[in-house]
Every structure is written in C-alpha cells, then in structure tokens.
C-alpha cells in the first residue's frame, strides 16, 4: 500500500510596501489607542525570507501584490528603477501591479526587464492589438508541487487616474479570464495549486472568491487591510498583509491529494528587533545616501500624529488641504483619498515626511465649481468609496475635504447619502460659485467645474512653505464628514 504524505509549502505574502525601504513609524490601534512603534524595510523582510528557505528548503513561494515600485523620494525620482537592486536581492518568485504604472507603461515594461522574476497581469491590455501587455500567469514547482500563479492588476488604472498612466493599454476588471486560466492550469498543466495574486481590493476579492471556482488561495493587496487570520470564501483562503512594509504575511499549507489539508497562517510584525539581511541593508544605504542629507532636513514641528488611517478624514490630508488653502485663498481644498503615506509622529517634520505625503508632487490647481457640482462630486466620490457592490468601489478613502462639511448616510442609495453640506460655516447654495483648490485629476475630476488651471507651483514646494510660515502645525481632525 502507498502511503502518500502531504506536501508543506509556505507561502510568503508581501504587499503595499510603497517603497518604504527601511525602518518608518506605523501606526497600530491597540485597545482603542493609536500606538505607533518603527518597523518595516527591505533588510529586516529579507531576514524573513532567508528563515522561512532556511525552514522548509525549496518550499517557499514568495509572491508581491505590488504597490511597490512608488511612495517615497528615491524611488519615485528614478522612476522605480532605485529599487530594482534591492527586490531582486529578496529573490521574489512574481508579482503583479497598481502604482507600478504611475510613470507609465514604458517605464514599467523597462523596470520589468530587468527584475529577475515576472510581473502577472491577466487583466491588462495594448490597445492597438489587443493583446496581453504582460504574462497573465505562471506555474512554478516549491515543495514537490506544481503551482499555477495568476495576477490581476488593479483595474482602475485607467479610470480614475492620470491618462499617462494608462497611455497605450487598457484594463478588465479580470474575472471573465480567470475561468479560462484557471481550467487551462488544472487540465492542461496539471497544477496541484491554484494561486491569484489580486490588487483588486479585499472586498472585491471576496467577492471573486464567492464567483469563480477553483482558487485554492488568494493573496489580496491594495486595501491595507491587516489580516490576523485569512477568510475563507467558497474554499478558498484569501490573506492580505497590510502595508508599508510593516507586516508579512506567512501561510504554511498541506498539500495532500484532495488538495490543502491543514492551514498555518502567522502575520509577522517587521520590528526592529529583527536582524536586518546585511546585503540588503548595504543597498538601502546606497539607494538613500544621494538623497539622505535634503530628506533629513527639519522644516517644522508638528504637535498632533499625521496618518492616512481615517475612512473620512485624516490629520495628514488636513495638513495638506490646509496648505493649499493658505496658498490659494479658496473657499474649499479637495484632494485625493490616498491610503499610502506613512505616519509623521508628534515631533520634527522632515523633507522626507514632506515629499512622502505627497510623493507624485503635482502642481496646486484651482476652478471655480457650482454648489451643485460640490454635491455632485461629493456624491460620485461616496458611491466610489462605499458601493454596494465591491466591484463599483473605486479608488482609495474618502476624497478629503477642508473649507466645507457635510452629514451623510452611508447606507442610503447612489445620490442620496449627503443630508447636508456647509461651506464657510453657511448652507451650500446649488447656483453659487465657490472658487476650489486641488491637486490631482483624481480631486476635482476633469467633468466638473470650469475656469481649472494649474498655478506655478507645486504640492510639496507649497507643503514646505506653509509648515516654515506655521514652525508648528497641529491639523487635527474637524469633523468634516460628520456620519448621522
């Protein structure tokens, strides 16, 4: 009689690093406190790595859902190319992709050719031909197991963000592919395993999981949701493993021959009382040192905590938008529900926390908007956030807002979630115009407004200068968006 035993691979989960390459303040709620403690960097995860290999030799799929190759200073300045030495050391087996597109996708095809692993992608295409811009998956043999890898981009790329970021290509939403993969991975390639490596979203990939049969485990990225233990929909796990570096996921799985039999799931805290990998560490030095002594420079204080960990409102988005309004004198600031940017504890501000709050550094634009379209705007970007449907949930949190406040129902239908909204501390009116100021297409979309133009300067230029006029800032939270 055979006896067969069971395989154990361990499955390695990184996501939304956001190119923090070294250790940075996070923030971690703790019985109702905001608790913030250093961790993360590239040196300590691929200590990670090596003692994961070192346990369980040839038996380690290490995967990236991307979010990688953009968020802070060097790496955003040389077009992710900076980081190319220090993911290759990590020894990743794939990835997939969101932000990556951000310097558009010549850039990404040339940061591609030189990483030493695949970027999957399923769910992007070339307009001229149709075809798939990058591989949509991959088998790949760990632990005596043959494993089929899909990746699915985030699909919003090119609906609400910048053009450039999309020129060329377009996206799906990537569900009406898998099925197909999926059948050719089981009948054709005989995989033991099927692995998606989603940067949809952790709604959007439950949902999935409930729609398409045959995923055994699902690596969810973009959301920053920190996972302590995985969810498992229609049979199959899905983890997700927060951001910024801070955490690891780690699922260690028995492959029997009825497939996963028994599931260890650890989310590892990247403290700093991990070693950090001495090659590693030696390229994040070389990657900051050109940069190190503008990023390190002192322009202010801050006296409150500012972080992006508000659904509707945020200390660092508030610092932001007031900025902008002493820049432009406008009535009302909107800018983008972004979820990256780590958060600057009470204390100095640096350069490096400047141009980290902002990273893309778009110039500050303006435009006259009706108080009918303030509405309108501000209703579309309550759908985006809180869609009944995950997969008509588009972008990152809620658009911030300074110079107005509104009283919503988050359950109430499209249209009809804001009960009341104020500028100026008075009742919006539908037929006056308010002058608006913003930065981003993704703040005061394209369709909305008019007279819109770009001032001589930029984000950060403005950021820094208001911070020195200020010496100490404290933007705390104004209950802009009040939920009734």
């Not at 045959?214 to 969810?231: A, E, F, M, Q, Y």
């Amino acid at each position: 009689m055979v006896v067969y035993e069971p395989k154990r691979l361990t499955i390695i989960q990184m996501n939304d690093t956001h190119a923090y390459y070294d250790l940075h303040p996070e923030m971690f709620l703790e019985n109702g406190k905001e608790i913030f403690r250093d961790c993360g960097g590239y040196a300590r995860i691929a200590t990670i790595l090596k003692e994961a290999r070192k346990e369980n030799p040839n038996g380690v799929l290490a995967l990236d859902n991307g979010d990688t190759f953009h968020g802070t200073y060097p790496v955003v300045h040389s077009k992710g190319e900076a980081l190319i030495p220090i993911m290759n050391a990590l020894q990743l087996d794939g990835m997939t992709a969101h932000w990556e597109y951000a310097y558009g996708p010549k850039q990404l095809e040339k940061l591609v050719h030189h990483l030493k692993y695949p970027l999957l992608v399923c769910n992007c295409y070339l307009k001229q031909t149709d075809e798939l811009m990058f591989p949509s998956h991959m088998t790949i043999e760990r632990a005596g197991l043959k494993i089929g890898v899909i990746g699915i981009a985030e699909h919003i790329v090119n609906k609400t963000m910048p053009p450039e970021f999309s020129e060329g290509i377009y996206f799906t939403g990537g569900t009406k592919e898998l099925p197909h993969i999926i059948a050719t991975l089981r009948t054709v390639d005989r995989v033991d395993l099927v692995v998606v490596l989603s940067h949809l979203g952790f709604p959007q990939d439950v949902k999935l999981a409930r729609e398409v049969d045959g995923i055994d485990i699902l690596l969810s990225g973009h959301t920053h949701h920190t996972l302590r233990s995985p969810v498992v929909e229609n049979n199959t796990i899905i983890m997700q493993s927060g951001c910024h570096g801070a955490h690891i996921g780690r699922l260690d799985v028995e492959v029997g021959v009825c497939g996963v039999e028994q599931v260890e799931h650890r989310l590892i805290e990247v403290t700093e009382k991990i070693t950090p990998d001495p090659e590693v560490a030696a390229l994040v030095t070389e990657l900051e040192e050109p940069y190190k002594e503008m990023l390190d420079e002192v322009v202010g204080k801050t006296e409150v905590a500012l972080h992006r960990y508000g659904q509707l409102e945020s200390t660092m988005d508030n610092l932001l938008l007031e900025a902008l309004l002493w820049e432009t004198k406008a009535d009302v600031a909107f800018s983008n529900g972004w979820r990256y940017g780590g958060p600057v504890i009470p204390g100095p501000i640096t350069m490096r926390d400047v141009w980290n709050i902002i990273p893309t550094n778009p110039p500050v634009s303006i435009v006259m908007l009706t108080g009918k379209e303030i509405l309108e705007m501000l209703e579309e970007d309550l759908e985006h956030t809180f869609a009944a449907d995950p997969y008509e949930q588009i972008g990152g949190y809620m658009k911030r807002c300074l110079g107005l406040k509104m009283y919503v129902k988050l359950e109430n239908p499209p249209g009809m979630r804001v009960q009341d909204l104020y500028i100026g501390g008075e009742r919006v009116d539908m037929k006056r115009w308010y002058k608006g100021a913003f930065v981003t297409v993704q703040g005061v979309p394209k369709k909305y407004g008019t007279d819109r133009s770009n001032l001589d300067v930029h984000a950060v230029d403005v950021l820094r200068s208001y911070i020195e006029e200020c010496q100490v800032v404290a933007p705390r939270l104004r209950g802009t968006v009040t939920v009734v």
